[in-house]
């Protein structure tokens, strides 16, 4: 099930994924390390983490087969309302709406649904119109059909109501009112964060940490830094951050370059510098492990996204390095 994911985007990463776990069992046996790498590059990796726990709960708590009934399935890591329902009524048949962003749509003005879509107190009358309107004896084709009427027909900006089947039923059609639904709450822009990063080099390798399991981008690996303060330069907060997070004296050697990225609820500028390590030994506050690697090892591990988007600038640093001894 594709949340906030577009199908072209995912296809080659989900080939790739089946190459690696075609099944249950070898996802199950897997090392989270190796998912993550599979993974990289999709964004969302509490999904990756979750489908791997959950993979692991079905193999040893359910024998390897998935539970279908919606007690047991919605108790697996990672499953909402949303996976719930469609997985149980697609794979099972089972009469169990799927609420969706299409089928908000479509709902809304179907029914001149006046709650924001973007609500989180409208997702119960939404639910109730899906409902009403589910057909019991046939919901995984209702559910597929209404998620793509969606989709392609009834889409967020020209609408093709002409060869829409629901043309006659919907109320904003026949009202002329389609342009005014769904109803939307105004989206607050997102915050956005300033972010120093230091690739440190010593004796031709540059140090990696990896973040904690849990939470944004948990379990990857990246290079250290921080939030830059209100008033620091992007340079002092480098060396903070790198003293802070992982006990290093570290001297500027250069700037790498500015990414900027963005995620679901933020964006995030990254300046990137190369660091020449002074003294210290490594002690982590806040990530749980860190290697020192070759630049040619960076593939063996997943990192973010944003890090990608620097990494090709990074053979500056330990070649400044091996100049200056
Ligand atoms: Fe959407 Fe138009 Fe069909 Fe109504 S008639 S459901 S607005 S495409």
Excluded at 53 to 64: C, K, L, M, P, Q
Excluded at 81 to 87: E, F, K, L, T
Excluded at 126 to 145: G, V
Aim: a positive charge; proline letters at 6%; aromatic letters at 10%.
């Amino acid at each position: 099930m594709l949340q906030q994911t577009q199908v072209n985007t995912v296809l080659p990463y989900y080939r790739e994924f089946l190459e690696h776990f075609p099944d249950l069992k070898s996802l199950a046996a897997a090392d989270l390390q190796t998912v993550l790498k599979v993974w990289e590059g999709l964004g969302y990796y509490a999904r990756a983490r979750n489908l791997h726990r959950a993979a692991r709960v079905v193999a040893e708590a359910f024998d390897g087969i998935i539970p279908a009934n919606w007690q047991d399935f919605r108790k697996l890591p990672g499953v909402g309302d949303y996976i719930a329902a469609a997985v149980l009524s697609i794979a099972f048949n089972q009469p169990y709406a799927v609420i969706d962003g299409n089928v908000k749509r479509v709902l809304a003005r179907l029914r001149r649904i006046e709650s924001p879509v973007n609500k989180s107190s409208s997702y119960k009358i939404f639910r109730d119109a899906a409902d009403k309107l589910l057909d019991p004896e046939n919901p995984a084709t209702f559910n597929q059909a209404i998620m793509e009427l969606g989709a392609v027909v009834c889409t967020p900006n020209n609408p093709k109501c002409a060869c829409c089947p629901l043309q006659r039923d919907c109320l904003a059609y026949r009202t002329s009112m389609v342009e005014g639904y769904p109803k939307k709450l105004k989206a607050a822009p997102l915050p956005l964060y300033h972010i120093a990063v230091g690739v440190v080099a010593k004796n031709n390798q540059v140090l990696i940490t990896q973040r904690k399991p849990e939470g944004l981008l948990g379990g990857l690996w990246e290079f250290p830094g921080g939030r830059i303060e209100r008033d620091e330069d992007p340079e002092t907060a480098c060396i903070r951050e790198i003293k802070e997070e992982v006990n290093l004296i570290v001297k500027i050697d250069s700037y790498v370059t500015r990414v900027k990225h963005a995620y679901t609820h933020f964006k995030i500028v990254l300046d990137v510098f190369c660091c020449r390590y002074i003294r210290g030994k490594v002690k982590l506050n806040g990530p749980v492990d860190h290697r020192w690697i070759r630049l040619n090892q960076i593939d063996k591990f997943p990192f973010p996204k944003a890090n990608h988007k620097f990494i090709p600038y990074l053979k500056r640093c330990t070649a400044s390095h091996d100049k200056k001894g």
